[in-house]
């Protein structure tokens, strides 16, 4: 058997204390568009890693504006059984999946218009990096309103 399985990165999921604060960031401020909501969905616990529980969740799945292919964020708030709302530190380095990244056309003026707004953390200013297989990246780092790491890249050629 083939153990070249994995066809794509199908979806990440963001945990949420509030859905539709989430939503105002996301969307609003980010641009994603939601095309699914749930609403006060029921389930067994043990399809999210909870067995045993009965679980109780909202959640919005969302694309940027190139949609063939593109991964989704699942935005979920559990309302049963409540979430664990410690934030996850900072640091880069840690294990585990520590940011997710937004490809954009322009980085310099998403920075400015995110920068206008006084109230996200920036980890870094937009630097310019090589590219792997070439070419080069524009990236700037920074945490959005719930803790999460967040990236914006900017690609081309030289």
Known sequence: ?????IKRLFHVCVTVENIEDALKFYVGVLGLKSIGS?????SKGDVLGLPGEDIEINADHLEGSETKNATVIDLVQYIKPKPNTSRPPK???????????FGVD???SV?????????IDFLCKPTMLNAPGGGWLKVCTFIDPFGVTLELIESGQE
Do not use: P, Q, V
């Open 106 to 108: 322009d980085i310099d």
């Open 91 to 101: 640091d880069l380095n840690r294990l585990g999946i520590t940011r997710m990244a």
């Open 38 to 42: 749930l609403r006060n969905e029921k």
């Open 1 to 5: 058997m083939d153990n070249n399985y």
């Open 111 to 119: 920075y400015t218009k995110l920068t206008a707004r006084n109230d």
